[in-house]
């Protein structure tokens, strides 16, 4: 192996920063996790990610390139990234320059949604199309945009943000100002909420741990009608937005992934797709 | 005059059928308008057209191309037009093959608010733009995209139905299965019903013609707090829309025309964009 062109792969997470080699898209090696949270600032982090690199460098001396995705708003050409919502001391941080400064490598950061997008359009379940639509589910909703063989960064490098568009003109504010934003309905947390708030009304209560999307998939696919009933609304809330991407981009496919995509069929079977031109919806 | 290049633009609409000569994009003659609803049948009015075309030959001899913009459903690469919603008669009509044995000139069909957008980046408001979306307000709602310097057409040419788009997934159902679409909130016809309702609800009933956005405006500009609202009501829902567009494909700018575009300021200073990155916002 050790003549092959290899690259690093960084998915850097709230919870942990997660590092790997890669051969042509293929894992072959994965490092220990970093714990994110227990860094206060950017710069300690970049530092330790850094000595990771090295680790995987000493077994591996033909890494040519490493490729970092981000939770957060990234400035593509310049690999700064302007603010991450749930990590401290990341503001205007040149992450490509530090850690290509640091690691004498090329260095690729890029919003991790679009990670996810590039992904799966170049190896994944998108392969071979010219336009397709994924979307993260998880704590937070993301979503990055291929049309005619391009991805789509816009103007400022920040489209694609599914999670912010809205479903409800007169819905909540959201974190930007907009309203009714997807991702304040059906994030890991509104989920959990809708669900407990709906056990508690009709009289039979569940913990708050019960009712996280994981174990309300299992009640669902158990006949429980609740989550049933939690599934179809949520269903309809993500086919919103995601018929609204149709109107505009007419994709090929849609391409969904992250935590909340695990309860599959229970929320895909209900979502009514009735545009002219249907797109495949693969759950990744 | 007689050397140059010129190309025949018709603009197809539900009331009446607009041909005139151009020279790079500027309109050197003007033909009779041709008045839609006299034919009850696709093919009579593409002769009318065609003779439309002759007469304006026998003055221009050099023309070399006819364009032709549609309100409806295009397939692009064969110029077949699936239905018009206001014009009886036109289901699957092969318009670029019929023009094209008529005229024995090569044809070009196009949805009309493509059409807009094209031309509005071409020689408009959105001129040197990689990016922009461009909506047309009328009786119905339109819109084209632009990204990354290429008509965004999408899989099956259906892309930039920003009318189709919601803005409440618990809204009323829409012509195409959708719910809460732009369109049934912000058409001509909705903005009179909503203002003639408002009128009535205050106890200060108007009759339905000054109930019309042409003359709601004009009350608006006299300080007439019902009009005043009701401009409010009708820029928090186009804003959302816009909104939408924003975080999916970051554009530089919007470009907004047709009919209810003229309400100009009333319309569109109480938008509030509060995006990361504003567009700039051109009302043609």
């Known amino acids: ?6 690259a690093i792969g960084i998915d850097f997470g709230g919870t942990s920063v997660k590092s790997g080699v890669l051969y042509r898209g ?3 090696e994965e490092a220990p996790r970093i714990e994110t949270q227990e860094f206060e600032e950017a710069r300690p982090l970049i530092e330790r990610i850094h000595q990771t690199v090295e680790e995987l460098r000493s077994k591996h001396p033909r890494i040519e390139a490493i490729g970092v995705g981000m939770p957060g708003f990234v400035d593509f050409p310049t690999g700064m990234v ?3 919502t749930n990590v401290k001391g990341w ?18 950061v890029e919003n991790d949604a679009n990670c996810m997008a590039y992904a799966e359009w170049k190896r994944g379940a998108g392969r071979g199309m010219r336009h397709l639509v994924a979307i993260t589910l998880g704590t937070g909703v993301g979503g990055g945009i291929v049309v005619d063989n391009h991805m789509v960064r816009g103007a400022n490098f920040v489209a694609g943000e599914l999670g912010q568009t809205s479903i409800d003109y007169q819905g909540p504010d959201g974190a930007y100002g907009n309203r009714g934003s997807l991702e304040d309905y059906v994030g890991n947390q509104q ?6 708030a709906a056990y508690a009304a009709a009289g039979t209560p569940r913990e708050k741990s ?13 006949g429980d009608q609740i989550a049933l009933g939690i599934w179809d609304s949520v269903a309809k809330m993500l086919s919103t937005s995601l018929m609204n991407c149709c109107w505009l981009l007419n994709p090929e496919a849609i391409i969904i992934g992250g935590g909340v ?4 069929d229970l929320l895909f079977n209900p979502v009514s797709y009735t545009h002219l031109t249907l797109p495949t919806i693969y759950s990744v």
């Open 91 to 108: 503001q205007r941080i040149y992450l490509k320059r530090e850690l290509n400064e640091l690691a004498n490598l090329p260095v690729t």
């Open 26 to 28: 293929n894992l072959i």
């Open 1 to 6: 192996m050790s003549d092959l062109p290899l």
């Open 261 to 264: 995509a695990k309860a599959g």
């Open 82 to 84: 302007h603010n991450l």
């Open 210 to 222: 019960e009712c996280e999307p994981a174990h309300l998939s299992t009640l669902a696919r158990q």
């Open 191 to 196: 989920i959990t909420d809708l669900a407990h």
